[in-house]
């Protein structure tokens, strides 16, 4: 069964911490998606990585395709930052054919 | 440049009706999937489609859904007769091509009462 786990289901930081989420999955993979949901519903999409490493201003995505193991890493986190993060893998079916987490609720205080 | 545009936002439905709803894929994308995401439960792939054509069902619920992306106008995702355990919020995406980022909508929410 291909499965997505994400942890931790829930994260409350301080501002300006240094932020770890984690996803896991169980078969081999095309690719990882990481989503972010605002508390308005709207889903953005932040990363799509096969392999390494990927930077966007303060979000870095990782990926170890031997551990079948992903991180997404908010750097100097802001009250903006607090979203829903869903992790999603896709098996080599059509790039949009997603096996999604259950997500991450990251809240940021001032 | 436009996003992916879903409208209605918010629906409300009586047992038994059918409800539309549509998606706009952003300008010069021909690929379109929908997911549905009930509460406080996950997303889940429902359907794929290119202009024309349904390309992977496989999300799908067999009886009461169907959609569409016909070659002028919105993707169309179709459930007949609803139930109140349709009521979640669906959301469509659409991309350019292979190894393109998904491009998301900001969802319409149905509510079955």
């Known amino acids: 069964k291909n499965e997505v786990e994400q942890s931790p289901q829930n994260l409350t930081a301080q501002e300006g911490e240094f932020i770890t989420i984690n996803c896991s999955y169980s078969?081999?993979?095309?690719?990882l998606h990481w989503l972010q949901q605002h508390p308005g519903g709207g889903i953005v999409s932040l990363f799509m990585l096969s392999s390494g490493k990927k930077k966007h201003g303060r979000l870095i995505a990782t990926i170890n395709i031997q551990e079948k193991h992903s991180s997404l890493h908010i750097t100097a986190s802001h009250p903006r930052d607090s979203a829903v993060y869903i992790c999603a893998v896709s098996y080599g079916g059509s790039q949009g054919n997603l096996i999604f987490g259950k997500g991450t609720k990251l809240s940021v205080k001032p | 440049n436009a996003g992916v545009m879903q409208n209605p936002r918010h629906l409300v439905r009586r047992r038994g009706q059918e409800a539309r709803l549509r998606c706009s894929p952003m300008k010069g994308h021909s690929h379109v999937y929908w997911y549905r995401q009930l509460p406080e439960e996950g997303l889940k792939f429902m359907v794929y489609?290119?202009?024309?054509?349904?390309?992977?069902e496989s999300g799908m619920p067999k009886e009461r859904f169907s959609a569409e992306f016909p070659k002028e106008g919105p993707s169309i995702l179709r459930i007949q007769q609803v139930v109140r355990g349709d009521s979640a919020a669906y959301f469509c995406a659409s991309f350019q091509g292979a190894g393109s980022p998904l491009h998301f909508g900001n969802g319409t929410r149905l509510t079955v009462t």
């Open positions: 489609l290119q202009k024309e054509n349904i390309i992977d």
């Open positions: 078969v081999g993979i095309s690719a």
